[in-house]
């Protein structure tokens, strides 16, 4: 579901202290990206590409994947063969994964 590798590139890219600054400005950026899909705003093609590149920014692989595939079923006319809430089930998944996870896993 995480991509730790990725994680903890980004991390040393930035710098642990900007790296904490960005986790929770990448969350809020999601999750309001996501309250506009399941309110129906916004054009839904965008919507999965941003999530697909927020998601491989910080290593939510599984959701990055599920909104690549959201973004070409989007682009061949078909928005909803991913769904809004399927998207929004696993961003809170991989959320918790990620919270739950990250000190060991970039523990120093």
Do not use: Y
Request: glycine share 8%.
């Amino acid at each position: 579901m995480i991509d730790w590798q990725r994680v903890r590139e980004l991390r040393d890219e930035i710098g642990a202290e900007d790296f904490d600054e960005v986790v929770p400005l990448f969350l809020e950026e999601v999750s309001d990206t996501i309250a506009d899909m399941l309110s129906g705003d916004g054009a839904r093609e965008a919507q999965f590409h941003f999530l697909k590149g927020a998601g491989l920014n910080l290593g939510f692989a599984a959701l990055s994947d599920l909104c690549r595939r959201g973004e070409q079923a989007a682009a061949a006319g078909q928005p909803d063969t991913v769904s809004a809430a399927e998207v929004a089930a696993c961003f809170e998944a991989s959320k918790t994964a990620f919270e739950t996870e990250a000190p060991a896993q970039l523990a120093a």
